[in-house]
């Protein structure tokens, strides 16, 4: 190691350690629609921040919580419930945060330590170890007197200007990682407000409706027009459908559609295997890998630890966790592999149907319908007969195949995406207690960028 770094405590290179407040000073009558935003355990659960899914406080209820107020650059623990998340406040429109009761923060002194380098010693394998020391797993684990624990944790620091540039290659890493998610959410959205357009609002045989001068029988609740991601061509797509809507039991479709299921134009593969049948290095997929409404699977493990019987599936199935479908898990396999039972493999019963499907599977409504329909009090499931029954209004096979076709590139780009920042993620983990203990020197590091 060299010889210019320090060992220093936490308390050292610290201006401030608090915790959040107790939770009677936080309740869900002081929430407003707007405000400053609370910092909970869902935000520290994807790269170094996740900023989505706050509650706010008022500005006034945040100045009585001021010890538990969190700036730019402060790093957030949680100390109950989850441990070892780790976030690093982020530069953003939102001027300052409140901690939740199950975090504290570290407000590092910046001529001393650079708050980037101290998260990643934190994410580093010494640092959560560190970090789960002193840990109680008695009811809700919780790190036993988590101040003076965080404080007493000691590190080699490097010199300053050594620090920002360890940090930095790590960022870059992490910056590209984060650059593929918000691609893969956009690719996403636009996939989604696609199939809503053609197959929900019918925006295309509005359009043609408006061109005859024909009244709409009901206003598109998209409001008509949109245009921006039809893919076809907007001279293709106008000939692909008809020109009126017409009255069904599914209220107003398309005329020459059918009011059908989606068992219709879907089919849950069941193909069970056995761990003495699992090939080795064989991904596996269970409920915690899978992210709440996205459809981009980007996380999983290897098989070698399945000791119970699993599913098989193929690279391109519609993966649907079952189990409390309200949690909204539903995802594309990204290659072939096995996932937990718990979890329903779908497929199209033919390649054309493949978006319709997965427009529909992964959709607010359908999820919704599977959670009325689960059985279950503590953990409802649902199952394939369920989602099988879902009513839809089937187009016809040329529609679901120019849908097919439009999204197929950006759901390549998502794919191709989640691989390259698996490989980029696996790099970051491989040099961060290299560069953190001073094992690697930055330079040496660099031709691995």
Known sequence: MAGDWNDVSMEDIATKIAMGPFGSDIKTDNFVPSGVPIIRGGNLTSGRFHGEGFVYLTEEKADDLLNSNAYPGDIVFTHRGTLGQVGLVPDSPFKRYVVSQSQMKLTCDRKLADPVFIYYFFKSPVGQ??????????GVPAISRPITSLKAIRLNLPPLAEQKAIAAVLGALDDKIELNRRMNATLEAIARALF??????????????????????????????????????????????PEHLEETALGHIPRGWTAGKLGDIGTNSRRGVQPS???????????????RRCIALGDWADSADVASGKSAFKKGEILFGKLRPYFHKVGIAPFD????TDILVLAPKSPEWFGFLLGHASSDELIQFTDLASTGTKMPRTNWSD?????????????????TRTIQPMLDRIRANLHQSRTLATLRDTLLPKLLSGELSVTAAAPAL
């Open 337 to 340: 592999g096995v996932c937990s």
């Open 387 to 403: 989602i099988s029954s879902f009513k839809v209004a089937l187009p016809p096979k040329p529609i679901a195949a120019a849908f």
């Open 129 to 138: 170890h560190a970090l789960l020391e002193n840990t109680s797993q008695t």
């Open 196 to 241: 809503q357009s053609w197959f929900v609002d019918f925006d295309p045989v509005r359009r043609n409706m408006d061109r005859r001068g024909q009244p709409s029988p009901q206003p598109s609740p998209s409001g008509r027009g949109r245009s921006a991601a039809e893919g076809e061509g907007a001279e293709g797509l106008a000939a692909l459908f």
């Open 277 to 291: 049948d699992i090939a080795p290095n064989t991904p596996y997929i269970a409920l915690e890998h899978m992210p």
